[in-house]
Structures are given as structure tokens and as C-alpha cells.
């Protein structure tokens, strides 16, 4: 049962969040695109935290986190996007879908590391 | 088009006139062009191996043979049509005399009593495209942040950007990104060898493990997020978000792996630049080149090149959260 769904379709991001989430004592599950996200949060009921791309093959991160609340009815779920994306239009969007943040890329694990055992605890 | 800004360009140089080469080389000097000399044994084994050049100085009686360098660019030219051979002749800067088979090797002519012919043609053949400077700065800061994100650990030294009418793949791993903007079109490259890659996996210098790294596709994933980060970047920084045609047009790029070749349905330059990754601190030392390759090859309209205003409150460092 994992805390956190990391969705990225590069195996070097998932690599990068992964290790260091790990590494700082917490549960981790993966997933490579957006479609693979969906599958996983509705097998794993328990991940209280996904961390995101948007820029992904077959779904990307938006449209998942928009299908996250809309079919899935998660509510409860927190989503931060972890992107190269920086433009004032999909934050917005994000903000719409009910995202609880944004992270430029790249990943710096000890800027965020306290915010993200808040959110899963 | 006067090339107003660092960029360079390689270009050999096959000219066995002591004589001519000193002016030749105080014209690569003044002109933005690296020369490299090569001694004909070695020509053919040079341009297999070069995949980065701009074009090629000939003399026309290279080697000591009358006529040896019309004979040498037409082998050249079966090679390596992309590249622009520029002739030095003796008494005349014209092809007029030459037979057109002769003609169609040789971009242009020129001697040494004037040499203005060839700084125009090398404007026109090398130098033909312009490319705002912040641009190309912005664009080396931009792939330097992203390598050292993404590398741990290493000196990344970048050279000084340069032209290349070469059409040829550097290395075995290839990433390919279209970039779309209302002022550009093309695609971006990056170019790098899979066994210096592997090597700096396997020294733990990535962010995927040593047994990961001996799956190809993962080494593919390394120089695939290194692209995903520069284009996100540039995009920030350069794409506008202004309405672009609807009608926008495609050419087929064509890649010929035998030949290592890949064409983007143009003439133009491709602006070039090289990376080196150095893990000298270990033994044995590693060192990786990454090669990026930018071609505008459906739109190229630097007049209306802009960097994206970002506001204050729009300004969030890369890597820090932002919580809504």
C-alpha cells in the first residue's frame, strides 16, 4: 500500500523521485502516463499524495488529474505536477482540476520533502 | 548574411600551398571559421569520421596534381553533397571553364588576390541563416542546467556554438523534439555515443542505477529527460503562446541508417552545439559528448524572435513548490 503515486513516463524521473522519496522513509508506487496513473490510484486506494508530469503519452498529467476527481471521485487525493511546464494557462487549468501544486522541473528532493510528509500524513 | 554574432563553423581545409595557407588560415581567423588541415592521405578517413563540419577549402591543384582538387570534390561530393566546397583557383574566381558535371561539386570559386568572393559565398552557404545572440546564449545556459540536473557530480564544459551543413547522426543515441513557436519552426537533437553513456551510468552519475543502465531503453530514458528539461525550458523562455496559422505545413524527415544520414527536407544550417561531461575525478577518467543539433527547417523568422516576460508573481524557482 503506497503514500505516494509518482506518474512520470521517464524512467529517469521515476528513478530520481522514487530513490529519494524512499530513501527519506516513505512508500512509493509508479506509473508511466496517465492512463497507467488512473489504473493505479483505483487499485491502491490508500496513496494519499500523486506527484505528476504533464507532458505524458496516452494521457497526459492534466487530463488525468481532472479524470482523478471527475471518475475516479477522489476527492481526497493530493496532486502536485512535477513539469517543465511553467505557463500561467495550465497552472490554471491545474487550479480548475483541483491540483494542490506545482513544481518546475528539475526535481529538487529537499525543497519539497516536508511538504510532501504533511500531505501524506 | 553577415554572421554578426560568435558563432563559428569547421571547415576543412585541403590546400598543400604553404603560401596560400597562411592567408587562408588569417581568413578563417577574421571570418568565424575553425580550419582543419588534413593531409591527403587521410581526407576521405576524415570526412567519415567529421560529422560536424561546414564546409571544405579546396585548392584546385590539391596535392600537386593539376586538377587533383576538381577530382577530389567531385568524390567528395558523392559523399558528402551537403557540404559547400569552396575553390580556390589560380587567376579566376569562375567555374565557367569547367564542365558542368564539374561545376555541380563546387559551390564556388575564389583566389587569393581577392578574397571578398569568398567571404560572400561563405555568408551565403555557411553563414545564411541569422540567430539572435540571447538566443544562443539562452539555449547553452538552458542544456547546461539541464545536464548538470541530471548528472551528478560532473564538469559540464560547453564550446563554442558553430554552423553545420553536415547531415550526418553522431553516435548511436538520437533524441528528435519538435520545436514550434510563432517564430520558429524545426526540431531540436541531441546526438550521444551509448557507450559513454553507460559508462557514466554504470560510475553511478545518473539517476538510474548501474544493472538499469544495461537495458538500452533505459539508457534512452537518460538523454530522453535531458531533452524533455531543455525543451520545457526553451518553451518557457522563447515559445510564444501567439495564434499561429492553422495551416501549418510538414515535411517528411528521412533517416537513412546505413549512412547514418538524416535529412530534414532543407538546405539550411543546423546550429550546433557540444557538451562535455568529464568525470576526470575517477579512474579511469570518463568523458561524454552530447551533441545538440537545432534545424529551422519549416519556419525561421528571428525579426519576430521574443523571450517570454515572466512577472514577479509568475516567478517561481525551478524545483521549489508552488502551493495553491
Known amino acids: ?121 | 548574411m553577415r554572421n554578426d554574432n560568435d558563432l563559428v563553423s569547421k571547415v576543412l581545409v585541403l590546400d598543400s600551398d604553404p603560401a596560400s595557407y597562411e592567408k587562408i588560415k588569417a581568413f578563417c581567423e577574421e571570418n568565424n571559421l575553425v580550419g582543419l588541415k588534413v593531409q591527403p592521405d587521410n581526407v576521405m578517413s576524415v570526412l567519415r569520421s567529421n560529422v560536424d563540419l561546414g564546409g571544405i577549402l579546396l585548392s584546385e591543384n590539391y596535392d600537386g596534381r593539376a586538377q587533383g582538387g576538381i577530382q577530389l570534390a567531385q568524390r567528395i561530393n558523392a559523399i558528402r553533397s551537403e557540404l559547400p566546397i569552396f575553390m580556390r583557383r589560380e587567376g579566376t574566381a569562375s567555374l565557367d571553364d569547367l564542365s558542368p558535371m564539374e561545376c555541380k561539386c563546387i559551390s564556388a570559386a575564389y583566389t587569393l588576390d581577392d578574397m571578398r568572393g569568398l567571404q560572400d559565398s561563405i555568408a551565403e552557404y555557411i553563414f545564411s541563416l541569422s540567430y539572435p545572440n540571447v538566443l544562443v546564449r539562452g539555449i547553452a545556459e538552458i542544456t547546461k542546467a539541464a545536464l548538470e540536473s541530471q548528472f551528478k557530480g560532473l564538469q559540464v564544459d560547453v564550446a563554442a556554438p558553430y554552423i553545420v551543413r553536415d547531415r550526418l547522426i553522431y553516435g548511436e543515441i538520437f533524441t528528435l523534439i519538435p520545436i514550434e513557436s510563432s517564430w520558429c519552426r524545426g526540431y531540436m537533437m541531441l546526438q550521444t555515443e551509448e557507450i559513454a553513456l553507460l559508462e557514466l551510468v554504470k560510475a553511478e552519475r545518473t539517476h538510474m542505477s548501474a544493472l538499469e543502465g544495461f537495458d538500452f531503453r533505459n539508457l534512452n530514458g537518460v538523454l530522453g529527460e535531458v531533452t524533455n528539461l531543455v525543451w520545457g525550458a526553451f518553451k518557457n523562455r522563447y515559445m510564444s503562446n501567439a495564434a499561429r496559422s492553422a495551416h501549418l505545413s510538414q515535411v517528411p524527415i528521412i533517416i537513412n541508417h546505413l549512412h547514418r544520414y538524416i535529412s530534414f527536407g532543407s538546405d539550411n544550417p543546423q546550429l550546433c552545439f557540444k557538451y562535455t561531461l568529464d568525470d576526470s575525478a575517477q579512474e579511469p577518467a570518463r568523458k561524454l559528448d552530447i551533441f545538440q543539433k537545432f534545424v529551422f527547417n519549416l519556419n525561421w523568422a528571428p525579426e519576430d524572435f521574443t523571450e517570454n516576460l515572466i512577472s514577479v508573481q509568475d516567478l517561481v524557482e525551478s524545483g521549489e513548490l508552488d502551493l495553491f
Request: include cysteine.
Open chain 1, 1 to 121: 500500500m503506497a503514500q505516494i503515486l509518482v506518474v512520470d513516463d521517464s524512467s529517469t524521473v521515476r528513478n530520481e523521485v522514487g530513490d529519494f522519496l524512499k530513501a527519506n522513509g516513505l512508500d512509493v508506487a509508479f506509473a508511466v502516463d496517465g492512463r497507467d496513473g488512473l489504473v493505479k490510484l483505483k487499485a491502491d486506494p490508500a496513496v494519499k499524495l500523486v506527484v505528476c508530469d504533464v507532458n505524458m503519452p496516452n494521457m497526459d498529467g492534466l487530463t488525468m488529474a481532472e479524470k482523478v476527481r471527475s471518475e475516479l471521485g477522489n476527492a481526497g487525493v493530493h496532486i502536485i505536477m512535477l513539469t517543465t511546464e511553467n505557463s500561467p494557462a495550465m497552472k490554471e487549468r491545474g487550479k480548475a482540476a483541483g491540483i494542490k501544486g506545482w513544481i518546475v522541473k528539475p526535481f529538487k528532493g529537499d525543497a519539497v520533502l516536508a511538504t510532501f510528509k504533511k500531505l501524506v500524513a
